[in-house]
């Protein structure tokens, strides 16, 4: 539902890749809620509990084997904190419910406080039965081990111990972008249009780092809103970094690579080739700021069949600049500044175009979204949506398009 046609390719390919991103979305569905807070984690967690419920409590941690993992990467610099299980069992209390926050394709994840710093964290711990395996476990711990970014959740440690497997985060107490968007977070509260703005651009520059500053540059390769999580005032970081490739280098144009990703978010081209490119992410992207102005998801079943795919509802609407009002999600009450809500979907319509080379580089996105996120919006100052005139100019609308005197113009439109 969330791949497209590319042409040339036949419609038995087309299903194939279909059925392959369905499959992984149900073997990949990882941590869709963590990060929720229950009013029972308001409480810190006790100290010194005893008789955790595992039968290896060696405090004895072994060597995490990241060979394969640095061999693509190419560095032996990764340095995060290696916690034994004994620590981690006192810090939930012994993995308790009340400190339960979430559960996906990894396994469960639990508020915690360190006992050493007082730290409040967020720990995933590996279901042995799960569908994500050691090697994600591993490319997650080297891949935040080696990066810095504040748009980046930060990996604080990692148990492996026996047969436990455990990663250790700084607990971000908003939760998901999907909490707030879909209603999956208790008493939410409404995000408005600057935060909106705010979360996307903080988004961009995460994946810009991946892309351009990172050494090798990664593909991140599963970006989605429950993906990205919000600490305070609604900072936004990317978390889950398990599927994150090394990006192509030198003259190569590619990775050819098994298709993984989350149906929906997955780009046309590499769900029917396999073949992954920077500008997969971009595709990403484009659907979670898609889900970020209309407030609707990737993919909906509950909605009418030509509404279900969020990306395949919104193309013919990009082409009539009088539908866009009509885009906006309700929840924002036409509290939106239109020329921002043109710019926005302006952007998202060039990320999610079907040819590659036509999308725009992360670059240009995040400098386009800082600028629509320093453009505050004061409802109380301004006119109603419905009110709201268009500035005067010297071309009609047809001939100026909805990026025009915006800035937008100036993203490029060139390959990686």
């Known amino acids: 539902m969330g791949c497209f046609p590319c042409s040339g390719n036949s419609e038995r390919r087309l299903e194939k890749a279909k059925t392959t991103i369905r499959n992984n979305n149900h073997h990949h569905r990882r941590d869709d809620r963590v990060q929720s807070t229950p009013d029972a984690l308001r409480s810190s967690p006790r100290k010194g509990v005893k008789d955790p419920k595992v039968v290896n409590q060696s405090p004895v941690v072994e060597e995490l084997d990241m060979k394969e993992i640095l061999e693509e990467v190419g560095t032996q610099s990764v340095t995060t904190r290696a916690f034994s299980f004994v620590q981690l069992v006192a810090a939930t209390e012994n993995f308790k419910s009340d400190f339960f926050l979430g559960e996906g394709g990894f396994g469960k994840v639990y508020r915690g406080e360190l006992e050493d710093t007082g730290q409040i964290v967020a720990i995933k711990q590996l279901d042995h039965n799960g569908l994500q395996g050691t090697r994600e476990f591993t490319v997650e711990v080297v891949t935040l081990g080696l990066a810095d970014h504040p748009n980046l959740v930060k990996l604080i440690g990692f148990c492996l111990e026996g047969e436990q497997r455990l990663l250790v985060y700084e607990y971000m107490p908003l939760g998901s972008l999907e909490d707030h968007l879909h209603g999956r977070r208790p008493n939410r509260k409404r995000l408005d249009w600057n935060t909106r703005m705010k979360i996307a651009a903080g988004s961009a520059r995460g994946l810009e780092y991946l892309h351009n500053q990172m050494k090798p540059p990664l593909i991140y ?190 993203i490029h439109l060139e390959e990686d």
């Open 221 to 410: 390769r599963d970006l989605k809103c429950s993906n990205i999580l919000l600490g305070d005032e609604c900072h936004a970081k990317l978390s889950d970094f398990g599927l994150v490739k090394v990006g192509p280098l030198g003259d190569r144009t590619h990775v050819s690579t098994r298709v993984m990703g989350t149906y929906g978010y997955c780009a046309p081209d590499y769900a029917m080739t396999g073949q992954l490119t920077f500008k997969s992410d971009i595709y990403s992207f484009g659907v979670v700021l898609l889900e970020i102005i209309t407030g609707r998801q990737a993919i909906d079943n509950t909605r009418s069949a030509t509404e279900q795919n969020l990306v395949a509802w919104a193309r013919p609407m990009f082409k009539d600049r009088k539908k866009f009002p009509q885009m906006a999600d309700p929840a924002l009450e036409g509290q939106y500044p239109m020329r921002g809500l043109y710019q926005a979907l302006a952007i998202a319509a060039m990320c999610v175009q079907e040819q590659p080379s036509m999308r725009p580089l992360i670059a240009d996105i995040v400098t386009a979204l800082n600028y629509l996120a320093s453009q505050t919006y004061d409802p109380a100052q301004a006119h109603s949506v419905q009110n709201s005139r268009r500035p005067t100019s010297t071309k009609n609308d047809s001939e100026r398009g909805p990026d025009a005197g915006n800035g937008l113009e100036r």
